[in-house]
């Protein structure tokens, strides 16, 4: 049986490098938006739709949301455990949170694939 350790070198190693993939690829996606939306022909909705239309394009923006809300999940839930002592008020915004990102998504999908 394996015993876990609560504290200690690699407690928190795993969200440290799932917060920096995802803020890598948050980077990445950034700069590829950047470039696609300067070389649309103007702003409007039809140009916006279309770039939106490609499906990679919207599995690719589906995922950077994703990993938006994986990012700020991370972030908020240490928040919480550092600054909030009491176990239920910290349990309670913990699932405040977890929803909220959780319904973000769905709502991010929604846009998505309603373009």
Known sequence: MVKRQPVGAHYGLKDWIAQRATAVYMAIYTLIFAVCALALPELS????????S?????????LFF???FYHAWIGVRDLWMDYI??????????????FLLVGY???????????
């Open 45 to 52: 909705y039809e140009a916006w739709s279309g770039l939106f």
């Open 54 to 62: 490609n499906g990679l394009f919207k599995f690719l923006s589906f």
């Open 66 to 68: 994703l990993s938006v």
């Open 85 to 98: 002592k009491p176990a239920g008020v910290r349990l309670a915004l913990h699932l405040v949170t977890l």
């Open 105 to 115: 998504a769905g709502w991010a999908a929604q846009i998505l694939w309603r373009l």
